[in-house]
């Protein structure tokens, strides 16, 4: 992978990158995606059950039950 301009020493950003593989003549630019912006038939291919927004939606509801409950077990005065 080539991740420097050859004119600068500042590294580009990520998806700026360029892969030079045996098998293909042509550079192959890199392709970088957070999980939020996968395509939905994408991330269920990758073997999720769920997109992401609904994965995330669960993972922030859950939390936030979880900060909404008290701890038991744990006496207020010692």
């Known amino acids: 992978a080539v991740n420097h301009d050859a004119d600068s020493h500042i590294s580009p950003a990520p998806e700026l990158m360029e892969f030079h593989l045996k098998t293909r003549e042509a550079p192959l630019f890199a392709a970088v995606n957070t999980p939020e912006k996968q395509p939905d038939h994408l991330f269920r291919s990758l073997g999720f059950n769920r997109t992401w927004e609904e994965w995330q939606r669960e993972e922030d509801a859950r939390t936030h039950a979880t ?7 744990w006496s207020q005065g010692m």
Not at 67 to 73: A, N, Q, Y
């Open 67 to 73: 900060e909404r409950r008290p701890d038991r077990g």
